[in-house]
């Protein structure tokens, strides 16, 4: 049996700790020994403090001032509105951090995935903290990079789903930092896997002992038990052997009678695998009880050969179940096939060369804006193959990192593909202004240029600053944010759309009473305006649905 010599050392410094405030406890009390107790617990925090994990001094960056004194709001640039039906996407120029807790109102456990490719912090001037560049010769590079992801992933983790998965790009300058923080925040045990995906094959050249070659996807679930893979094969070669289709996706067949295995798949070798299956003249219903008119089959191959079915009887019902089971004549025979799917096992090493960097990212990029204006973009079909494994079609996707927009082109791509309504949300900065340059500029073009079925709101984080006053003092300035809030939360759009309305005084409800618009579905009202019953009788009669805009958006805005 080990022995914990930390854990002995700490269980010392603690009795000594007590053994100092009892002496001071019994001395004169008086403000100096008051402070002396309160440097004593605060002592004995630090020594019960964290003992395994990353450990890294905190820093503060800039944003946390703002938002000290200020509340964050949204507010569109209604010129760089995009309207090409389908799911309604947005794009939220700003501090990240600023972002997040504005979606921390309106997606709190309603993001299905988040994926990131956060600064990869190389020390080579190429990410800036508090808007200095952090060079190898920082110190404090590391935990200036922990802080900074740590306040932001903890907010993550809350928007996600509980079956949300979370994925992380990285490279190896970072990769123990951002390891040791994911598997605090969501827990080792929510750990799905770590990919290594080979983007640049040729290596770097320069390097003096390994040309790298990859880097990885760090995979972490809300709750690993209720994370799901889509049942997909990522490898097309193998994918063309999937050349059927129901309504679960794509499968290929395999006769149910066991052909190989030589003896051990014959009838006497395995009397329990034996048995009449019957097929009703359709050919698309089984049973193990005989049926009058139903077809009688037993494993019996062309030649006459007694063999054996691939499972016992039960598991077969069980396959039948699961549509996994379908017959069909061959030869003036009936033959009873299993339908194998694309649930191949992902492999944790992503080889395919749709995934280096330069050809399907920079390339693919600089094809669409016309010139170089980001570096390292990720390929186009990595996110799609990413987002293709892991998203429900009806998936909400987050990128808090959205850079050149990648993610945004890769949604789109996929549900033109496979018929999916993803939406997406993508947040950055605007430095070098690569928000409305890069970003919004290849969501744009690609959807002008494939026709994609999307649309999209551009939104600009800006700030309210916080006063002595009380909330209800300051709160119209506050209701002229709240319409962004709702259109972020419901997919919508309030903007020159007769079906949907937003009403946030009651003199806005009165004004609306009179002139009803033709065709109004739905109207988003106020927590605090309440219609009289006269209102609500003409809702009825117009067909106007109500939803009530949560009062979390303004609690939560109070100072």
């Known amino acids: 049996m080990s022995t914990n010599l930390s854990k002995l050392h700490r269980e010392e410094l603690l009795d000594k700790i007590q053994q100092i405030r009892t002496f001071i406890a019994k001395a004169n009390q008086d403000e100096n020994t008051q402070n002396l107790l309160q440097y004593l617990n605060e002592l004995t925090k630090d020594v019960k403090g964290k003992k395994y994990g990353l450990v890294f001094e905190e820093h503060r960056e800039s944003i946390d001032e703002t938002l000290e004194n200020n509340l964050p709001v949204l507010t569109e640039d209604e010129s760089l509105f995009i309207n090409n039906g389908g799911q309604m996407n947005f794009l939220i120029e700003g501090d990240n951090l600023a972002s997040l807790k504005l979606l921390e109102k309106t997606h709190k456990g309603k993001i299905d995935i988040i994926y990131i490719d956060p600064p990869y912090n190389t020390g080579a001037k190429d990410w800036k903290y508090n808007n200095d560049y952090v060079d190898d010769n920082d110190t404090f590079r590391h935990s200036k990079w922990a802080s900074m992801m740590c306040a932001r992933l903890s907010i993550a983790k809350n928007l996600l789903t509980d079956n949300g998965i979370l994925v992380c790009a990285i490279d190896h300058y970072e990769l123990y930092q951002i390891g040791m923080i994911l598997d605090t925040l969501f827990g080792e045990d929510n750990r799905i896997g770590i990919c290594a995906v080979v983007h640049k094959p040729e290596g770097r050249n320069q390097e003096k002992f390994f040309g790298t070659s990859h880097e990885y996807a760090l995979y972490y679930a ?5 994370a799901r893979f889509n049942k997909v094969i990522l490898d097309e070669e193998m994918q063309q052997s999937f050349d059927k289709y129901d309504e679960q996706g794509a499968y290929k067949r395999k006769n149910f009678i066991r052909l190989a295995d030589g003896k051990y798949a014959t009838r006497e070798a395995k009397p329990n695998f034996w048995y009449p299956i019957y097929v009703s003249p359709e050919l698309n219903n089984f049973s193990l009880v005989k049926n009058d008119g139903w077809f009688e089959i037993f494993p019996v191959i062309k030649s006459g050969v007694e063999r054996t079915w691939k499972t016992l009887p039960a598991t077969f019902m069980k396959l039948v179940a699961e549509n996994s089971i379908e017959a069909d004549f061959v030869d003036g025979r009936v033959e009873i096939y299993e339908k194998l799917r694309e649930n191949q096992v992902i492999k944790s090493h992503w080889i395919k060369k749709e995934y280096h960097a330069y050809h399907f990212g920079s390339k693919i990029l600089n094809e669409i804006l016309g ?28 990128d808090f990192f959205a850079g050149s927009g990648t993610t945004g082109h890769a949604v789109m791509k996929l549900n033109s593909e496979d018929g999916g309504q993803r939406k997406f949300i993508l947040c950055t900065n605007n430095e070098n ?19 994609y079925s999307a649309s999209l709101k551009y939104f600009k984080v800006d700030f309210v600053p916080i006063t002595d006053k009380l909330y209800y003092e300051y709160a119209d300035d506050l209701l002229k944010y709240v319409r962004g809030l709702v259109e972020l939360e419901n997919g919508i759009n309030f903007n020159g759309n007769a079906e949907i309305a937003i009403l946030l005084t009651d003199a806005e409800l009165d004004a609306f009473m009179i002139n009803v618009p033709i065709g109004c579905k739905t109207i988003y009202i106020g927590h605090n305006v309440l219609p009289n019953e006269t209102h609500m009788r003409a809702f009825q009669q117009y067909g106007i649905s109500i939803k009530i805009i949560p009062e979390y958006y303004y609690r939560n805005l109070e100072a």
Not at 222 to 226: D, P, S
Not at 436 to 450: P, S, W
């Open 222 to 226: 809300k709750n690993k038990n209720l």
């Open 371 to 398: 010139t170089k204006k980001f570096d390292f973009p990720k390929s186009l079909f990595l996110m799609r193959d990413i987002f293709k494994l892991i998203s429900p079609r009806n998936a909400t996707i987050l």
């Open 433 to 451: 202004n690569i928000c409305r340059d890069v970003t919004y500029e290849r969501i744009k073009r690609v959807i002008d240029k494939e026709n």
